[in-house]
């Protein structure tokens, strides 16, 4: 499906209120109409085409960071810019861009000006710490706006923005050639690009999931093996196909790298992407003789995010998706959190929902 060109894209004059989908409190998402503002310097104003919805959002929805509400979640939305506030270089009202978890460096902290933008000191979380993208229109940071290429649908480069960027880039910075055995466990939202992103780059690719339900997915993803961790110790597997150079463990909690890490091979490195409160439990005889690593990796720069997009593009990586209307965001908010989501639920805008047919057509 391809889209609308990028730039020079005339934008239906903006109404004085649109519609946006606030945390109020604590697990309570309702639906208000709120006043459209102007984007301050360095920000610009956002017509929301396409959100998903992420575990992360959870941390917003539940309240387990400090909140100040009511907060509008979700840091994977893709949109076309409005209007640029004062300052703003490099990007086109019309322009198709997209927002994820990081909002955007502050350019002069110690850790961006050693180019470190992931870890700015003063980066404020989408969704979190501002406003994102369950809403028809947002403001954001220039400094964190991802290009959506043409050949991607808003709500098919949505969830690539943050699952996407995350597996891509710790599979690109890790240190495994092409040819070496990476393991990919969990194939649910990061996990399935994970395995795609893994098997374009050129390894050999090992899924590791729970039971064989997600056997044939993960073939069907370009895995070359599937281990089933209920039936055989993973560790173990692993080290029959000769060991991993690297694990990329994308479902959350400490047991699950505990007990994959033997599968590494000398000099193999395991890379956390799932956050959760248990302790990882490994011992130092194992992290020594064979000089092995355990890494988080927290999701990626822009120019990282644009690459993920690129290359999801020119690869056919993409993610399983279902779209439903922006209004509906509690109960898919719900449905994701129980684990009833079959596949990675976006919510569309009318925006989102009429240039879909505009482009189908
Ligand atoms: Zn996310
Ligand atoms: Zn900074």
């Known amino acids: 499906m391809s889209s609308s060109p990028g730039r020079g894209t005339t934008l239906k004059p903006m109404p004085g209120t649109y519609t ?38 959870s941390a917003t929805v539940e309240g387990l960071f400090p909140i100040d509400w009511p907060r509008v979640p979700g840091h994977e939305a893709v949109g076309r810019i409005d209007a ?7 990007w ?40 994102g993208g369950y809403a028809e229109v947002m403001i954001a940071k220039a400094t964190g706006l991802m290009r959506i290429p043409d050949d991607l649908s808003s709500a098919g480069a949505a969830p690539l923005l943050c699952a996407g960027l ?5 599979l690109r910075n890790a240190p495994a050639k092409a040819g070496e055995l990476v393991a990919v466990l969990g194939i649910g939202g990061l996990g399935h690009l994970g395995v795609q992103y893994a098997r374009h780059m050129g390894f050999e690719v090992a899924a590791i999931g729970r039971g064989t339900g997600s ?18 110790d993973p560790a173990a597997a692993l080290q029959a196909l000769g060991g991993a150079k690297v694990i990329l463990i994308t479902a959350s909690g400490g047991k699950t790298l505990a007990a994959t890490f033997k599968g590494l091979r000398p000099g193999g490195i395991s890379i956390d992407l799932g956050v959760g409160p248990e302790p990882i439990e490994i011992t130092s005889m194992d992290l020594i003789f064979g000089e092995r690593k355990v890494a988080g ?24 998706i279902e779209t439903v209307p922006l209004e ?21 805008t009318k925006d989102g929902i009429s240039r879909q047919t505009s482009v189908s057509s």
């Open 84 to 90: 640029l506030g004062p300052g703003v270089q490099g």
């Open 92 to 131: 086109a009202v019309g322009q198709r861009v997209g927002v994820g978890f990081l909002g955007g460096s502050c350019g002069y902290c110690e850790f961006c000006r050693n180019g470190d933008l992931v870890n700015c000191r003063n980066q404020e979380f989408t969704g979190v710490q501002s406003d």
């Open 297 to 320: 990796s927290l999701t990626g720069n822009p120019a990282t995010g644009d690459a993920t997009l690129r290359f999801s593009a020119l690869s056919g990586v993409s993610a399983m």
């Open 20 to 57: 946006a989908v606030e945390v109020s409190a604590p697990s309570e998402l309702r639906v208000v109409e709120r006043r459209v503002a102007e984007p301050g310097p360095g920000q610009v104003r956002i017509r929301v085409e396409a959100c998903g919805v992420c575990h992360s959002d």
């Open 166 to 170: 995350t597996t891509f880039s710790a």
């Open 328 to 348: 509906q965001a509690a109960e898919a908010y719900a449905r994701m959190m129980g684990g009833k989501a079959r596949f990675r639920i976006m919510l569309v």
């Open 215 to 232: 056997a044939e997915l993960a073939k069907k993803l370009g895995a070359h093996h599937y281990i089933d961790s209920a039936a055989s």
